[in-house]
C-alpha cells in the first residue's frame, strides 16, 4: 500500500511581490506571442537593469476527493514496497493561493510533475512551472526543476528560467510544509520565491 504522506510532501510557493513597472509587465505580456517584438526586446537587453522579485504564496497538493489536483501517472513495480516510493510520478495542476486556507485568493497554478527519485531516502525530482494569474503578473511563469527532500523542514529549489514579465528568471524558491494529511496525503506547502530577471 503506497504511503500517501510521502507522496504528498511536495514544493511549490505565493504573492508579496516587489513592485514592477506596469509599462514593462505589459511589455513583456505583448510581446511574448510576436517572435519579433521577443527579438527586439533581446536587442534591448543589454541596456537593460535587472529586477528582484519577492513572492509568497501556498500550494495545495490534493489527492484526495472528487477534484483532485495531482494525480498518480507510473510507477515502477518496486514502487509500492519501497519506503519511498521510488519511482512514483504524480502529474499535478495544483492551487497557488495567498494564504494557506484553500478559499484564499487565486494567485494562479502550479503545473508540471514531481516524481520520487531517492532510493534511500525521500527526494522528489520537481519539474514545475508557476503559471501566475494576478494582474500584475497574468500568463507569466517561473519554472522549478530541482531536488525536493520532501521531509527536511526547508527545502530549497532553484528556478531555472520564466516567462512573460519573468523572462529570463533565475532564483530561490524555498518550500515549508504547512500542513499534511497523513491519510489522504493532501498537502499544503508554504513557498517563498526570489526571482531576478529583466
Known amino acids: 500500500m503506497a504511503k ?5 510532501m511536495v514544493v511549490v510557493v505565493v504573492a ?18 510576436d517572435p519579433e517584438k521577443v527579438d527586439d526586446w533581446f536587442n534591448r537587453l ?7 522579485t519577492r513572492l509568497h504564496f501556498y500550494f495545495h497538493d490534493t489527492l484526495s476527493g472528487k477534484n483532485p489536483t495531482a494525480v498518480r501517472v507510473a510507477e515502477a513495480k ?6 519511498t516510493l521510488f ?6 495542476d495544483d492551487l497557488l493561493t495567498e494564504g494557506p486556507e484553500p478559499e484564499s485568493p487565486l494567485v494562479g497554478r502550479a503545473q508540471g510533475f514531481y516524481a520520487s527519485a531517492g532510493l534511500e531516502s525521500l527526494g522528489l525530482h520537481m519539474n514545475v512551472n508557476l503559471v501566475f494569474m494576478s494582474p500584475e503578473y497574468n500568463g507569466s511563469t517561473l519554472s522549478i526543476m530541482g531536488r525536493n527532500p520532501a521531509l527536511e523542514t526547508y527545502r530549497e529549489m532553484p528556478i531555472v528560467g520564466g516567462t512573460g514579465v519573468f523572462r529570463l528568471a533565475s532564483g530561490v524558491a524555498t518550500a515549508k510544509t504547512y500542513f499534511l494529511n497523513l491519510t489522504t496525503g493532501d498537502a499544503i506547502v508554504e513557498y517563498k ?3 531576478m530577471h529583466y
Open 4 to 8: 500517501p504522506g510521502l507522496t504528498a
Open 16 to 33: 508579496a511581490a516587489l513592485a514592477l513597472v506596469a509599462t514593462a509587465a505589459t511589455l513583456a505580456r505583448a510581446e511574448a506571442d
Open 46 to 52: 543589454s541596456h537593460a537593469e535587472r529586477k528582484t
Open 78 to 83: 518496486m514502487t509500492e514496497e519501497s519506503p
Open 87 to 92: 519511482g512514483l510520478v504524480n502529474m499535478i
Open 193 to 195: 520565491v526570489v526571482a
